[in-house]
Structure formats: C-alpha cells, structure tokens
C-alpha cells in the first residue's frame, strides 16, 4: 500500500446509492467538508425543484461568506412520472437540460467538486443515457472529483467510480407513522 506521500492524486468519481436514507445528505456532508477546505463546489439537483429544502438555505448562507465557493441549484420541478407512464415531455427537457449545464461545467476546469444529486433516478427512469454521462465523466479534468447520488446506480457507472456506497435501510420513522422531520429529512 501506498503512503499518502506517495499515492497519486486526481479526482474520484464517487456514487452513493442504496435504497436507505442518506445518499444527498452524505454528498452534501463531503461538498461542505470539500468548501471548508477551499475547494470549489458545485451542486445540481436533478429532480429537485418545487420544493424548499432547508439544504437551499446553508447553501445560501455558505455561498455569501468570504473565501467559500459554493453553488447549489435545483434543475428539476420535483416528483416525476415513473412506474411505466410516459415521463412529462417538461421533465425530459429540464433532465436535458440539467445534464447539458452538467457535462458543461464537468468540463469547464472551474470546481473541484460537482455533485450529480439524484441524476441516478434520470438515468434509471430512461430520462438520460448511461453512456453518454460515463462518456463525459471518463473526460473530465484530472482533479476534478464527482458525486452521483440516487437509487439503483447504473452497473456502467459502479464500474467506472473509485467509491460506491450503498444506503441500506434497517428501520425507518415512516414505520412508526412519525412523518418527515424539517432539518432532518427535508
């Protein structure tokens, strides 16, 4: 094994899936971690959009204190058709859309951390090719680093990250009919 001294560093390509809580909230925890240490980061949200979520607010507060470099936007409207219906032509384009602004600022050389937040359910609700976002990943800059988040990560992309972690769960509130908690869940 190699010391950290000598270990090469470059960008990894991280994913956090699994059908547990926590995926979002672990790439929020390393994009905060990553701006404390003054690395530029980015954060788009796929489907998120018609609700506020108390994640948009730190990331306002994060975005106007000195030497901080922190962008979240939501590109979506919410909830999506899934389950075999046909996806809403306006969430195809927003999906389009989110994953143009993505591969272009994958390759812009101006963050040192994006975060993909839930483009695994685009990608696995057939709203984005696979390949075409492997394609882009495999060419971003050297040091770029990357978090793709959301359920049922493509094989394609588990094969390409550096990290995988799956979110299982073991019990959830919901079970006990104690409802989503504002700072906790949302």
């Known amino acids: 094994m190699l010391s950290s001294a000598e270990s090469p560093r470059r960008g990894l390509l991280l994913i956090n899936t699994g059908a547990g809580k926590g995926k979002t909230t672990a790439a929020l ?3 905060f971690r990553a701006a404390g240490s003054g690395l530029r980061v980015l954060v788009l949200q796929f489907l998120k959009g018609s609700w506020h979520y108390g ?3 730190s990331a306002e507060a994060l975005s106007s204190v000195p ?3 922190y962008t979240m936007r939501q590109m979506g409207r919410g909830f999506v058709k899934v ?6 032509p306006e969430d195809l384009k927003m999906v389009a859309d989110a994953w143009e ?12 951390l994006i975060v993909l937040d839930e483009i695994n359910y685009a990608i696995g609700y057939g709203m984005l090719n696979p390949e075409t976002v492997a394609e882009v990943l495999q ?7 990357v978090i793709l988040t959301g359920r049922n990560a493509h094989p394609l992309l588990v094969e390409l990250a550096d990290t995988v ?7 959830h509130a919901y079970q ?5 908690q504002q700072g906790i869940e949302f």
């Open 29 to 31: 925890g390393t994009a």
């Open 55 to 57: 994640e948009l607010d």
């Open 67 to 69: 030497g901080f470099s």
């Open 83 to 88: 389950g075999g219906a046909d996806a809403d």
């Open 101 to 112: 602004l993505a591969a272009t600022e994958i390759r812009s050389g101006e963050w040192d």
């Open 139 to 145: 060419a971003r800059p050297e040091m770029l680093h």
């Open 165 to 171: 972690t799956e979110m299982r769960e073991v019990k």
């Open 176 to 180: 006990k009919g104690i409802l989503a």
